[in-house]
C-alpha cells in the first residue's frame, strides 16, 4: 500500500468512526486529546488544517 492509499484509508476509517455518537475512545486517545488541547490553550501549540498536515506528512510541501 502507499502512503497516498494508507491516508485514503485512514480518512475512511475514521470518517465512518467519528459519525457515531455512541463510539467510545479508548482511554489514551482521550489522555492526547486533553494534553493537545492543554497545549494549544498555553499557545505552546497551534492546531493546522488536516490537508495541510496531510500534505506535509506525505512529503507533498
Same mark, same amino acid.
Given at each position: 500500500?502507499?502512503? %497516498?492509499?494508507?491516508?485514503? +484509508?485512514?480518512?475512511? /476509517?475514521?470518517?465512518? /468512526? ?11 486517545? =482521550?489522555? %492526547?486529546?486533553?494534553?493537545? %488541547? =492543554?497545549?494549544?490553550?498555553? *499557545?505552546? %501549540?497551534?492546531? /493546522? ?8 506528512? +506525505? *512529503?507533498?510541501?
Amino acid at each position: 500500500m502507499t502512503t %497516498e492509499e494508507k491516508f485514503k +484509508t485512514l480518512d475512511y /476509517i475514521w470518517s465512518s /468512526i467519528s459519525v457515531s455518537d455512541d463510539v467510545k475512545f479508548p482511554v489514551w486517545h =482521550e489522555r %492526547e486529546l486533553k494534553a493537545t %488541547e =492543554e497545549r494549544v490553550a498555553a *499557545g505552546l %501549540e497551534r492546531p /493546522i488544517p488536516w490537508k495541510t498536515a496531510r500534505a506535509f506528512l +506525505t *512529503g507533498a510541501v
